[in-house]
Each structure stands twice: as C-alpha cells, then as structure tokens.
C-alpha cells in the first residue's frame, strides 16, 4: 500500500490549523484503505514575541487586520460554527488572549518522542480554544500533558531546560525559507505544498493525485 508523508506546519494559537487538521483525518479516513499515512507536526509562531501577558483576542486581531471588533468577532462566530461541525471544542475562542506557543512547540516535540505528537496539539488546542487557557503557562501546559497521560514531572524538566529549543527554531527557519507564510500548510512526501484549511473532499482529490504520480 502506497504512504503518503504529511508534514504539517501549524501553530497551536492557529483556529484554522485545529480545524484543517479535522478536515485533515476526514480526508485520510475516506483514503484508507487505499492509502497509508504518516503525520508529523512542524512549529510555527502567529505570536513569536514572548514577552507581556497577552491581549483579548478580538482586539488584536481588529489591529492586525484593520477591521473592527464586530466584523472580527462575526469572523470567529462563524469560525466556530465550522468547528462545531467537525466535532471541536471552540466555546472560548471569542475570549481567549494571544500567546506565545514558543513552549508549547518544545513539548510538542517532547511528545512526538513518546509517541503523543497529534494528542498534545490536539490537548493545546482543547485548552486554548475550549477553554481559553494561557497556553504560555507552565501550569496550564503541564495539565494537557497530564491529560493525555504523559509525565508531568518530566515535562515540568523540559520546560525548566532548553530542550527542544533548536529544534522548534530550525523548523521555523526551514519552512519560512521554504516559502512557508501562513499556517496551515501540509508538505506531501517533501515535494507538494497544500495551504489552507482545505475541505476534506479537495485533500482525497490532491492525495489520490499525488499517489498516482509516485
């Protein structure tokens, strides 16, 4: 059976990565029994400055656009409405804060060790989006490593290091040299960019595509 490689660029404070990533499993799901799949995730930062305790979210994305409050807060009201559809939890996204991810990222690299790569992003973005938790908290990120029954105690070692740190910086220079400007983007077998949050429907027809061409 024919593997497909799927490199996924995200970023934990990213609605849209959350939501093509449940687009993603569709896809794969409708796939399976014609073709095998392997996922691995890939840092990237909507928010790379660490510092300062984060603003309300529709505020700052009111800035970053230039568009108002309301259009912005009618943008994640129907973001949530296609969340919802997918079976995700976005009941907070109106009302968390921007993070930094820079941590979260490590982490995720610490869980792709043992195995829990997809279950952490999927615990982070439960906690941030779900539950508008500060996704930049040690506190807050050891609950999700818990949650999805890995060491916490060895987490809190992670976090306390620079483990992981390099690694988190190489793949934000790699993809970013790569052409890599918005998240979420999927590299397939190293070779085919897909951007965007992308329907189920049109990732089955880019991956039947693909397959055939190896």
């Known amino acids: ?30 796939l399976k029994s014609d073709l095998e799949f392997t996922v691995e995730w890939h840092a990237f930062e909507l928010n790379p400055d660490p510092s300062g305790d984060g603003e309300p979210i529709l505020p700052a994305l009111s800035r970053k656009y230039g568009r108002s409050e309301d259009e912005m807060r009618a943008n994640q009201a129907q973001m949530m409405e296609v969340a919802k559809g997918l079976g995700l939890n976005f009941e907070k996204l109106q009302e968390r804060h ?40 040690p506190d807050a990120l050891i609950h999700c490593i818990e949650a999805i029954g890995l ?55 880019a991956f039947r595509e693909i397959a055939e061409s190896a």
């Not at 790569?117 to 508008?132: D, I, L, N, P, V």
């Not at 809190?156 to 040299?177: C, G, H, I, T, W």
């Open 98 to 137: 921007t993070r930094n991810t820079f941590d979260a990222h490590r982490l995720v690299k610490w869980a792709g060790e043992q195995g829990k790569q997809t279950e952490m992003k999927m615990a982070f973005f439960e906690a941030y989006f779900g539950r508008a938790e500060n996704i930049s908290n």
């Open 151 to 205: 060491d916490g105690d060895k987490a809190r070692e992670v976090l306390a290091s620079d483990r992981y740190a390099d690694a988190v910086r190489e793949d934000e220079a790699k993809y970013q040299q790569a052409g890599v400007s918005a998240v979420p983007a999927y590299i397939v077998n190293q070779q085919y960019l897909i951007s965007g949050a992308q329907e189920p429907e049109t990732l089955v027809k």
């Open 1 to 30: 059976m024919t593997t497909l490689t799927i490199d996924i660029v995200s970023d934990i404070a990213c609605p849209w990565c959350a939501i093509g990533y449940a687009r993603l499993e569709k896809a794969m799901e409708a």
